[in-house]
């Protein structure tokens, strides 16, 4: 009679648990923020299951780069730009594990501008290069996992770990700000704006001039952490087969040390037996214009983006097998949204003349 | 550790399992003693853990030897030497600090050896209660422990550590011996009132605290009323940090049977300031009430100071001024125990006891004037009035903890009354010290809900008893919704400087 007493508090107790830690879950995820990272990496899960041919992963320079509905438009492939500024690259491989949960892409697009940056400054990466990534993933053991990774791997200062775990503790303050959008984000699954890329206002125009150091052939061997990163996501592709093409877009260079490392990345991601693509050695290719096709150093303006795209585009589309869905009826909801996305980006183009006309 | 902190929560629920684990409860205390241990190790270093072994040993060893002793005069030595070597110890580590020592005697670079001698978490509150157990065995009150462990586990009885109460040994030794078997209700029972503590410290106070900080750090940027206001929100914050801070303690003892003398009872109903330290910090109050004025009052010198007053001044006024002077002396010793600097003894010493000297000097005058007056003494007007002039009084003398200074505490007060051009009006003002409306709103509901409770329990309703009689489910409710309002309102995480409890430092 006692024992029974005892288990039905111990039911009581378990019972109280799992509502406790719903509550503590759905309460996280109306507290969050509500941004554009947000945006992109829950989009990802919005996302209808398997209906993705190419993720791109990467920082800024993945989601000012890849243009998803351009790739459409000409090539009927379906695409996304999983990523947000500044990621740490200590994230690339959690990143592709969350996105098999939902896709299964036919090529993974991995940009690795993060391994130069990495390599030019140890501690540019802090704690809010993990949080605009994680404080967006559902709760998860790939999430935990991830935090654990990069805290290890970059040792941001001032960080709060337990505050990357649950992050409630650093969001629940946002009681007094929270709006409509906080629920929706919480209890729904929006669409990302322009499948995870980014149009940044006020970003429009600077006039570089190009630094071409594509004929640079020597090595600069990578820190033991930075390229401790590269081969466990290697090792990862590797293990799963996953299909991917390591990347790196056209950005200016200051010195030939960049394409030096990107030499000796290029042979590291060879023994794996993958590809590597550095486009800063094709600008001619692209017909990239450092005076036109830039907002900053190291991000294209939309005019950049679109020849990039159209580029690698081509690229994937001669070199993988990806078919072309255009005209799949399953698929015309890609059609629908390209509208929306060419009156954006038309803007965007619009406001990037009347900004150089004013130079 | 932090008790409002998650590591101490798995302490705690880990101590709780392996309590009940026990199968033979006579050992269940060595549980808590190894969890005691354990816990003042993890909190100031293992090398403090001595101190607490020393100290108790001293405790321990010299109340067997009094109570062996027939001679009054060794009696008398030994607990006079034991007494010492803990107040020495109390002295070096807690009010002068190592450092300081190591540097008289000729050493400079102490940085490494300092760092293993941190003063030990809740050293003012566990020499204070050994120095009481010494002293009842020597009064004959009751028997030496002859466990040793025992009395480790009565001084370092890890909950107790942060902010006492300080403990006697015949309630809480006899309490942290029984046996206890599991029930459910008790743990519940413990644990709703963690959950009010950690409402009233992260909800109450932490807030409090940012207005209050804000405030003081440049009190001439504000307004008298608004300077007059955070006082009176300091006065919130102290007794919600503290008070919730024997919440949690006492929740905490309450998971494992153990019920410690209680330390609060709705200070804040006081109408006199005689009364408000019956019901505040109790067992500091009573602690020094019974081993240094009454001790003092029956010494032999109290009795020659008071013979020699009455021949002066009559055996009336004598008599009176032998116990103010007395309580005087007692109340600078509070003030010194509270941290040794001057603005605790104008806080906690010297203005508590000018109010409790004077308030008892005028009661007659105010009975007068009450007559003359034609007040109705027993009108709820009246009552009002006379607790919140309590209340005033205390916060008068609370400006001088917060302040950095009794200098800096002038000011403040001087600050109210000062004319001058603030930027704003009152509204705007409060509302730019690091407050929303809606925090705000927050604490309102926060100071109904403390005073709601009290007004309850002196009226012999405990709110946690009512609780427990609700249907299961409604309990199930209740209790989520309030872990669930502590983890949303509640200050902590980045973005907030986690706050200390303030008696925690004493």
Same mark, same amino acid.
């Given at each position: ?17 799992? +509502?406790? +830690? ?10 969050r923020?509500v ?5 992109t ?5 919005a ?7 190419v ?13 998803p ?8 492939m ?12 200590s ?5 592709m ?8 892409p036919r ?8 391994i ?22 559902r ?8 935090i ?17 775990y649950l ?5 629940h ?25 980014n149009?940044y ?23 033991e952490?930075t ?20 990347v ?25 037996g993958?590809?590597?693509l ?44 990806i ?13 629908e949204?390209y ?5 954006a980006?038309?803007?965007?183009k ?5 900004a150089?006309s004013?130079? | ?14 101590t709780?399992?392996l309590?009940?684990?026990i ?6 205390w060595l549980?808590?003693?190894?969890s ?24 321990w ?8 002793f027939?001679?009054d ?11 010492s ?17 190591l540097?008289?005697?000729?050493m ?5 050896f300092?760092?293993?001698f ?6 003012s ?22 466990n ?32 206890i ?9 413990g644990f ?46 102290l ?12 929740g ?7 019920a410690l003398?209680?330390?609060f ?11 408000f330290?019956?019901?505040w ?9 019974d ?5 003092l ?6 009795q ?6 009455t ?22 010793l509070i *003030?010194?125990?509270? *941290? ?28 007068k ?13 009246w009552h ?5 002039r ?9 400006v001088?903890?917060?302040?950095? *200074? ?16 603030s ?8 509302l ?12 309102a509901?926060?100071v109904?809900?403390?005073? *709601? ?11 946690r ?11 199930f ?7 669930f309002?502590?983890?949303?309102a ?6 907030y400087?986690?706050t ?7």
């Open positions: 009679m006692r024992n029974n007493k005892r288990y039905r508090w111990i039911y009581l107790f378990f019972i109280f648990v799992v +509502v406790f +830690v719903s509550l503590y879950i759905a309460l996280s995820y109306v507290m923020p941004t554009m990272y947000r945006n990496i829950q989009g990802l899960y996302e209808k299951s398997d209906s993705l041919d993720v791109c992963i990467g920082g800024s320079s993945t989601s000012t780069f890849w243009e509905y351009e790739a459409w438009k000409r090539w009927g379906t695409s996304y730009d999983l990523s947000t500024d500044s990621m740490t690259p994230l690339i491989k959690y990143l594990i969350e996105t098999l949960k939902t896709q299964k090529l993974f697009v991995v940009d690795l501008r993060a130069d940056v990495r390599e030019e400054d140890k501690s540019y990466y802090t704690e809010a290069s993990i949080r605009l990534v994680t404080d967006s993933m709760y998860s053991l790939n999430r935990h996992n991830a654990r990774y990069s805290i290890g791997i970059e040792e941001p200062t001032h960080v709060n770990d337990l505050s990357l992050d409630l503790i650093k969001y303050s946002n009681w007094q700000t929270i709006t409509r959008d906080n629920f929706f984000y919480a209890f729904s699954n929006i669409k990302s704006y322009y499948k995870g890329f149009i206002k006020e970003q429009y125009h600077t006039s570089l001039e190009m630094n071409d150091f594509s004929s640079v052939d020597r090595r600069e061997p990578l820190s952490e390229e401790q990163i590269l081969i466990d996501v290697l090792e990862y592709c590797r293990e799963n087969n996953l299909e991917v093409l390591f790196v877009n056209p950005f200016w260079q200051k010195s030939d040390i960049t394409k030096a490392r990107y030499n000796y990345v290029s042979d590291l991601i060879s023994q794996y993958y590809t590597f550095n486009a800063n050695d094709y600008y001619k290719e692209m017909d990239i214009d450092f005076s036109h096709d830039f907002y900053n150093h190291d991000h294209v303006n939309i005019y950049g983006a679109d020849k990039y795209t159209l580029f690698l585009g081509e690229y994937i589309a001669d070199n993988y097998d078919s072309d869905k255009r005209d799949d009826k399953m698929y015309s909801y890609w059609n949204e509208a929306e996305w060419k009156k980006a038309d803007l965007q619009s406001e990037i003349d009347l150089i004013k130079e | 550790m932090k008790i409002t902190g998650v590591e101490f929560f798995l302490f705690l629920s880990l709780i399992i309590f009940y684990s199968q033979k409860t006579r050992y269940q549980v808590l003693l190894t005691s241990l354990c816990f003042f190790a993890l909190s100031t270093g293992i090398i403090t853990v001595l101190h607490l072994l020393f100290v108790s040993l001293i405790a060893k010299s109340a067997l030897w009094v109570e062996n027939k001679d005069k060794a009696k008398a030595r030994i607990t006079f030497a034991a007494i070597l803990v107040v020495l110890g109390l002295i070096i580590l807690k009010y002068i600090g190592i450092k300081r020592c540097i008289s005697f000729g400079t670079d102490t940085s490494d300092v760092n293993y941190l003063a030990p978490i809740g050293i509150y566990y020499s204070l209660s050994l120095i009481g157990y010494i002293l009842e065995v020597f009064w004959g009150n009751y028997k030496a422990e002859k040793y462990l025992r009395i480790v586990l009565f001084a370092g009885f890890f909950p107790q550590l942060t902010s006492g109460p300080i403990v006697r040994f015949e309630e809480t030794g006899k309490e942290l011996g029984k046996q078997d599991f029930d459910h209700k008790r743990i519940l029972f709703y009132r963690i959950i009010w503590g950690l409402f009233k410290k992260m909800v109450i106070a932490d807030r409090s605290a940012i207005f209050v900080t804000s405030v003081y750090t440049s009190p001439d940027q504000c307004s008298g009323a608004v300077v007059a206001f955070s006082i009176i929100m300091f006065a919130l914050q007794y919600a940090d503290f008070s919730g801070c024997m919440d949690i303690i006492f905490a003892s309450e998971c494992f049977g153990i003398p209680i330390n009872n709705s200070p804040f109903f006081s109408e006199t300031v005689s009364e330290w019956d019901r910090h109790i067992t500091m109050g009573r602690w020094f009430r081993f240094t004025l009454y001790p009052l029956k010494s032999s010198f109290a020659k100071y008071k013979k020699a007053l021949d002066k001044l009559g055996k009336k006024a004598a008599k009176k001024i032998t116990t103010y002077t007395f309580m005087l002396v007692v109340w600078i *003030g010194i125990w509270h *941290g040794g600097e001057a603005k605790y003894l104008v806080a906690s010493g010297l203005l508590p006891g000018f109010y409790l000297i004077s308030g008892q000097q005028l009661s007659g005058f105010f009975e004037m009450t007559k003359v007056l034609r007040i109705n003494t027993s009108s709820f007007l009002l009035f006379r607790k919140i309590t209340f005033l009084c205390l916060c008068s003398s609370w001088f903890i917060r302040a950095a *200074g009794v200098k800096e505490g002038l000011v403040v007060l001087g600050e109210i009354f000062r004319t001058k051009n930027p704003g009006s009152f509204n705007e003002q409060v730019s010290q690091g407050l929303t409306v809606w925090d705000f709103v927050v604490l509901f926060g109904l809900s403390l005073f *709601g409770i009290a007004h309850f329990r002196e009226r012999g309703i405990d709110a008893n009512s609780i427990m009689k609700l249907n299961p489910a409604v309990q409710i209740i209790v989520l919704c309030a872990i309002l502590v983890i949303i509640g200050i902590y995480g980045p973005g400087s986690a200390e409890f303030i008696y925690k430092q004493f």
